[in-house]
């Protein structure tokens, strides 16, 4: 046997791992954030598959393939990556979503921001609140729970068997409609301060219609629904980490 027979099989197991974990790495929140450079995120899922790949072995194939069967194998697991990073980003999307009702509700609709996490304009609730997002995931290891799905994901997804297109797509808007709800939740509490308060103003108005309401209005909008996402962040950020969770044990058949 020479050189050329041992080492093929070793390449082709870090080429198959590198084509999904390198997709996923590109999507999922944290690694896959627009300021992180793109060579960085391919530089670790390099090192990750040459190192899982004597791991992963009796899972994937070592020889026999043809030029066309690789190139489709290959193609596939970029596919099972993309289904993988979009699944677990959605748990940014319930963040973005909160953000900006809780901008619009607090009247910082108007102050736009860079986004970095969306890459264009955002408000600064949707800011302030994915990068608060992304630090707590780093902070409570959630990036270990992270690469340990995707190891598991092989038992779920295993390699070469292409995934129902209707399954995939149920997963993601099952996890789009668990996001809308955290989403809204998190900015629950403030939309009832705001609520709460326009009723208020409104009735002081009928009965003081000559009272500059604006002077008031505004600046107690500002306060109360910060104060009120001051008291509600900590169970809104539980809620989001409850829903990255789900979506990694969706993608890991756990």
Do not use: C, K
């Not at 046997?1 to 198959?16: A, D, Y």
């Not at 990556?81 to 973005?96: D, E, F, Y």
């Not at 901008?103 to 910082?108: C, E, F, P, V, Y």
């Amino acid at each position: 046997m020479g050189w050329r027979e041992l080492i093929e099989p070793e390449i082709l197991r870090v080429l198959l791992v590198f084509a999904r974990i390198g997709a996923a790495l590109m999507v999922v929140p944290g690694f896959g954030e627009v300021y992180v450079l793109p060579r960085l995120r391919l530089l670790l899922a390099l090192i990750l598959s040459v190192l899982l790949a004597p791991v992963l072995g009796p899972a994937l194939p070592a020889r026999g393939l043809e030029t066309g069967g690789l190139l489709g194998l290959v193609a596939l697991e970029v596919g099972i990556g993309l289904l993988i990073g979009a699944a677990t980003r959605m748990a940014m999307v319930a963040l973005h979503l909160g953000g900006s009702v809780i901008a619009s509700q607090s009247g910082l609709a108007s102050a736009v921001f860079f986004d970095p996490h969306a890459g264009g304009q955002g408000s600064i609730g949707s800011n302030f609140l994915a990068v608060v997002g992304v630090a707590l995931l780093f902070a409570a290891d959630a990036h270990h729970a992270l690469l340990r799905a995707l190891v598991d994901s092989y038992g779920l997804f295993a390699v070469g068997t292409v995934p129902i297109p209707a399954d995939g797509a149920e997963l993601l808007s099952r996890l789009l409609a668990e996001a809308t709800a955290v989403g809204l939740r998190i900015a629950g509490p403030v939309v009832l301060v705001g609520l709460g308060l326009s009723v208020a103003l409104g009735a002081l108005n009928r009965l003081v219609p000559a009272f500059q309401m604006l002077f008031v209005a505004t600046p107690a909008q500002l306060l109360l629904s910060l104060g009120a996402l001051m008291l509600s962040l900590a169970a809104g950020l539980h809620a989001f980490l409850r829903l990255f969770d789900r979506s990694l044990v969706a993608i890991s058949g756990g």
